[in-house]
């Protein structure tokens, strides 16, 4: 019994836990979503303001493909959103970012830096979440994921619909969110306007809305009304007349007796003479020459002076209407215009696509991992390339991976934007022979299973949409080492416990090696088993396994196998093998999938038998023991105090006995002779159970101090408060 109890030691480490205190907080929901809305759709939900904040930052969950720019406006509405989401009039808008951010994509918090903070003193509200330049990424509501709170927000969500403000809107559904925020403790300028647009004389009364934490209120005002940095009114609400047609800047400065002066300016916030000002906005289009794109002006107020920025390098390119660019390659560039008519100025911005790569032979290279975002926005169908045998493909693009080693390759346009269809080849351009085409993999978005490639092999692939739909989209490349473990000879050893996980991805079947007998199995790898221990062994793929298997078991060498054993289903789809094994005897396993499914899976091998735990006496204290593992040789025991109070201390006994452990009736009785004390202060212990027939049948007994403890010998004996734990037995199987 000694040989069983030989325990190497194991040292706990204790953590130390430090925060620094910070005025910044936030409230996470969570990511990870499996629905979403249109492009500009919008998200809504209920914020409850227990302590007034200052909403600094949003971060958000886009579909947009990583790089491409989004933003975010940020509407109120009192009370709650539901029932408001197709009324327009009862939204205010109150925020929106500062206009530089990139989605990171899927699942990847993109952080939206909101233009000017603002203010929601406690209350309800109801809050609206408009997209720019991607669709909400969100979550269908499940009752249990709808409502995350602190100690000063607390949200419920939640709904979207497609279009802001605009029925039907689809509920429940959470936002994928972080909200920042300050508390409102200082001195935040702000205010509202009557009106913000008209004809002139157009006359606006504004209304200071500033924030104080100071009871004494603000103490002064002053306005610049007409941006042109000349103090323009003292009043606290004063009224303005705008006689001339532009776009204004607004600034309020506030102060109070406690902190320092706020200010607060909101940019063209004022438009006089709307129908009179320059709205800039273009579009565009190819032509004919390589890497050239022709830009139309579609811009609104009759604009007499135009400044092109084409290429995103902050140096004006051109001073026409319609300029045409032709740019050094292919890729993603900001274009941005300025166009000036007699009322004032107006700037846009706009991510474009060049398509170098819209004929096979223009094919861009790409790299193992992820590589865009891409478009295939405007490209066109050569009638000479192969037809799409998939998806009614079209609007197809190109690209060429060369192949680093001999295995697998897998390609797929998880994360893009739109509905896509992709395309794999060999050979070369003009002579092209199709390896593969899919439609949907990953929802909407295409994907190719792993197919074999050699070192060096040029693989040329097109992407493009279904029915020759266009958008934006990247392209994620694997390459798949061949599997070691494809035939018996090169079979992997497990041992007993969890073996992996594993993938029998790309497998191929060796029509040498014996018929499945079950499943239709098929892409099946190998595995052997040897023990010293004669043991029942079960051997499954019912945990971590995520495709229908098929296993099978073997004794025998390679080349000359007898099956003991085939399963198909035996817990849902996964399968599961049980043999009596001898000392010494290699076993053979091979796991496959259900008429050659893939996927990746673990190895769970068992020992079974008939050793069990027992408990014999119970405990005088809090503290207790719990035993767990298979008591069968060869396996393994794992025993743990619980719900100690002081220090622990465990031993082993061969035999039983109870002896007091302080005077006095009805006190903690040590029950099992102590033949092996383990290191005071060891709470958990883990040990295999040894090989050894003998064992078998044999009992050991498992009891434990807890020196600090209650409920056991009155502290005035040991000096401190000491409690006996329940005693276990243990049968070796």
């Known amino acids: 019994m000694h040989r069983l109890l030989r325990i190497p030691l194991a040292l706990g480490a204790l953590a130390v836990m430090s925060s620094v205190a910070s005025a910044q907080f936030s409230l996470r929901t969570l990511y990870g979503y499996d629905n979403y809305g249109n492009v500009g759709g919008a998200v809504y939900f209920d914020l409850n303001v227990t302590n007034t904040v200052r909403i600094t930052q949003l971060d ?52 939206l830096v909101l233009q000017a903070p603002f203010l929601l003193t406690p209350g309800s509200y109801g809050i ?63 205010f509202t306007a009557s009106t913000t647009s008209g004809p002139t004389p ?8 500033t924030f104080t934490s100071d009871p004494a209120g603000v103490t002064s005002w002053a306005w610049d009304l007409n941006g042109d940095s000349i103090v323009d009114s003292n009043a606290q609400a004063p009224s303005f007349t705008y006689t001339t047609c532009g776009f204004y800047n607004v600034s309020l400065t506030v102060t109070d007796a406690t902190h320092p002066p706020s200010t607060i300016t909101k940019t063209a916030y004022i438009q006089a003479d709307p129908q009179l000002l320059v709205q800039a906005s273009f579009v565009t289009s190819g032509t004919a020459t390589p890497l050239q794109i ?53 700037t846009t911005t706009q991510s474009i696509f060049v398509l ?54 897998s390609i797929d346009l998880c994360g893009s934007s739109y509905d896509t269809a992709l395309e794999a080849f060999s050979g070369t ?109 079960d051997i499954n793929t019912c945990a ?23 399963s198909d289903d035996s817990c849902g789809l996964q399968s599961s093998v049980s043999f009596t094994a001898t000392p010494g005897v290699a076993y053979f396993i091979r796991v496959g999938g259900f008429f050659a499914g893939q996927g990746s899976f673990t190895l769970d091998v068992a020992a ?31 025993y743990q105090m619980v719900n100690q109070v002081g220090t622990a201390q465990l031993w082993f006994g061969v035999n039983q006995f109870a002896i007091p452990l302080c005077p006095g009736a009805g006190l903690p009785v040590i029950f099992t002779t102590l033949d092996i004390l383990l290191p005071f202060g060891l709470s958990t212990f883990t040990s295999p159970v040894p090989c050894d027939p003998n064992l078998r049948g044999r009992a050991f007994y498992i009891q434990g101090l807890d020196w600090g403890g209650t409920g056991g010998c009155n502290p005035a004996y040991f000096g401190i408060g000491v409690s006996t734990t329940n005693t276990i037995a243990t049968r070796v199987g």
Do not use: M
């Not at 157009?202 to 809305?209: A, I, Q, S, Y």
């Not at 045409?324 to 300025?338: I, K, P």
């Not at 971590?544 to 085939?566: I, M, P, Q, R």
């Open 128 to 190: 609206a979440l408009v997209a720019v330049g991607s669709e909400h990424a969100y979550t269908n509501g499940t009752g249990a994921n709808q409502s995350f709170s602190d100690a000063n927000l607390a949200i419920a969500l939640g709904s979207a619909t497609n279009f802001p403000f605009a029925a039907p809107a689809f509920t429940p559904r959470v936002w994928n969110g972080e909200i920042y925020y300050t508390l409102g403790q200082g001195l935040f300028a702000n």
């Open 356 to 409: 170098a790569n819209d004929e096979c032979t223009g094919a861009t290279p790409v790299v193992a991992g992820f590589n865009g975002p891409f478009s295939n926005v405007g490209a066109t169908d050569n009638p000479l390339d192969p037809a799409w045998p998939c998806a009614g493909g079209g609007s197809d693009v190109w690209f060429a991976y060369t192949v680093a080693a001999t295995g697998l390759l």
């Open 608 to 638: 079974t038998g008939n050793g069990a735990f027992f408990e014999l006496q119970p405990g005088a204290g809090q503290a207790s023991l719990v035993a767990s593992g298979s008591p069968n040789l060869g396996a393994s025991v794992t």
């Open 202 to 209: 157009l006359n606006v009364t504004f209304t200071d809305t």
């Open 544 to 566: 971590g396994t995520n495709f229908d298997t098929a296993l099978e078991v073997f004794t025998g060498t390679c080349g000359s196998l007898v099956s003991l054993a085939c």
């Open 60 to 111: 958000t969950n886009y579909l947009a493909p990583f790089g491409s720019p989004v933003g975010v406006q940020v509407y109120t509405t009192p009370g709650t959103y539901n029932g408001n989401e197709g009324n327009p009039a009862a939204w205010t808008q109150v925020g929106q970012d500062n206009g530089v951010a990139t989605s990171q994509g899927p699942d990847v918090p993109t952080p």
């Open 429 to 537: 351009c003009g002579a092209l022979s199709s390896i593969a085409c899919n439609d949907d993999f990953c929802g909407l978005k295409s994907g190719l299973a792993p197919f074999s490639v050699t070192t060096g092999q040029l693989v040329l692939f097109r992407v493009g949409g279904f029915f020759a739909g266009q958008g934006s989209f990247v392209i994620n490349i694997s390459e798949i080492p061949p599997l070691a473990n494809d035939e018996c000879i090169n079979a992997i050893p497990i041992n007993l416990g969890s073996n992996g996980s594993f993938s029998n991805v790309g497998a191929t079947d060796n029509p040498l090696d014996p018929a499945w007998p079950c499943a239709s199995g098929g892409s099946d790898v190998w595995f052997s088993l040897t023990l010293a221990c004669p043991l029942s062994i």
């Open 294 to 346: 022709q830009f139309t002006d579609t811009s609104s107020g009759s604009p007499t002076l135009w400044s092109w920025d084409l290429d995103g390098d902050n140096v004006p390119d051109s001073a026409q209407q319609n300029p045409t660019f032709t740019y050094a390659a292919g890729g993603s560039y900001n274009v941005t215009l300025t166009a000036t008519n007699s009322c004032g100025a107006n």
